[in-house]
């Protein structure tokens, strides 16, 4: 019985992301697999993501992934989306013109050009860096301060169309959505696997979240 499928399809930063689960979770069997029976049939799926969207969505197509985490979904287990792994569990997104597997309703835009600070400092896209989250009340902020610290590497942030669906926001400067959930599917824009002690903790909460 596989505890925890962490979703190999070629890219995402998926051994640092399966050696932070298993620190916070050293008796579940977690494993890395790209092979669609194996993660359908775990308890928990986390996917994590990296690089560009046309490039993430062709090899999930190609692999059949996108049926996967569909079903996944629909079977009510507990999933985790992390990076682009947020991303694109919207409908569409501006890098490369691509669709996305449309769980979430809402584009995925790219921050602007020409951003300052409230000092006047111009600000770099990819936003990347230590930023503050604000956060709600789902089971996976347990024990996390407001507005502590995560780790983000991103130019791209999500839009969705229902207020509902969010869960976090942080500034950059203006603030933009870093977290959405609806039912067994959460998904952050930041990296819990590089947020040190409040990265962990979210993993946790997710190890031990039983969605209703």
Known sequence: MVDI????YGMGNLRSVQQAVRKVAPGANIIVTGEP??????????FPGQGAAPDCM?????????RVIAGVVSEGKPFLGICMGLQVLFEHSEEGDTPCLGLFQGPVKRFASGLHDA???KLKVPHMGWNQVHHGDHPLWAGIPQDARFY???SYHVQPADAG???????????????????NLF???????????????LLQNFVNWNPV
């Open 5 to 8: 499928a962490v979703v190999d």
């Open 37 to 46: 029976d194996v993660i359908a049939s775990a308890a928990r799926v986390v």
């Open 58 to 66: 062709r090899e999930i197509r190609a692999r059949h992934l996108d």
């Open 119 to 121: 000092q006047g400092s």
């Open 152 to 154: 983000f590497v991103h």
């Open 165 to 183: 669906l969010v869960q976090a926001t942080s500034d950059y400067p203006q603030p933009f959505v870093c977290a959405a959930a609806r039912d």
């Open 187 to 201: 998904a952050v824009q930041f990296h819990p696997e590089k947020s040190a002690a409040a990265g962990l903790k």
